[in-house]
């Protein structure tokens, strides 16, 4: 079982829709929860950072649910210039490093 | 401006080559990655470095060698010994321990010919 868990997608919608992704992991011990965005060909900036609360960022909501190992990225009023790929990211404390998702194909169409 | 600077962008290894991978960033951050990337996969773990004259390996170390013997510089050697070498490669930094604050350099392609 791979560490981190995506839907690979894509995603087609269309412009102002409301798009949300998952994803799973399974390493109960891990620490800390990221989305990243990465555009074609080019690498991965973070986009944000996942707490147990719930966080939002403008048009961006992320939840956490330890107990369900569960997280997932809402995207709201979706916009041409989100169409990228999401990679879900799980911090691990041992050896302090990042585990990578294979990522989500968000495509936004007009 | 502070970041981090990956070299060459693009890469061409005959057969039976090594071939060498810069990495650099001015950000002062102990840690430093590799990561390797293939078509429709995650990003996998090379080596990693959480201090100067230090080194660990990930995931998929075989067939790769680093060195870290400045703060500011991780090369990545790509050996004859790495059967399928061509995918695009990124080095990341980090400076804290909870996962916060990685830079990504901007990758280098490398592609077997």
């Known amino acids: 079982r791979k560490e981190v868990e995506q839907d690979p997608g894509p995603f087609n919608v269309p412009e102002g829709a409301t798009v949300a992704f998952n994803c799973t992991y399974s390493?109960?011990?891990?620490?800390?929860f990221f989305w990243y965005r990465q555009d074609c060909r080019k690498e991965p900036k973070l986009l944000m950072s996942v707490y147990s609360s719930g966080n939002e960022d403008g048009r961006f909501t992320a939840q956490l649910n330890r107990a369900s190992q569960y997280i997932s990225l809402l995207i709201r009023d979706s916009k041409l210039s989100d169409s990228a790929t999401y990679l879900c990211v799980v911090h691990m404390e041992y050896g302090n490093k990042l585990v990578f998702g294979a990522g989500t194909i968000l495509r936004v169409k007009s | 401006d502070g970041g981090i600077t990956q070299s060459p962008k693009y890469l061409f290894r005959k057969e039976g080559q090594n071939v060498t991978l810069s990495c650099e960033q001015n950000l002062n951050h102990d840690a430093m990655y590799w990561y390797r990337q293939d078509p429709g996969q995650g990003l996998r773990l090379i080596y990693y470095s959480q201090i100067v004259n230090d080194f660990q390996k990930g995931d998929i170390a075989e067939g790769y060698s680093v060195s870290r013997e400045k703060k500011e510089s991780f090369p990545l050697t790509v050996t004859s010994a790495q059967k399928n070498p061509t995918a695009f490669y990124l080095c990341a930094s980090g400076s804290g321990g909870d996962g916060y604050g990685y830079t990504f350099g901007s990758g280098t392609r490398l592609t077997v010919v």
């Open positions: 390493n109960s011990a891990s620490q800390s």
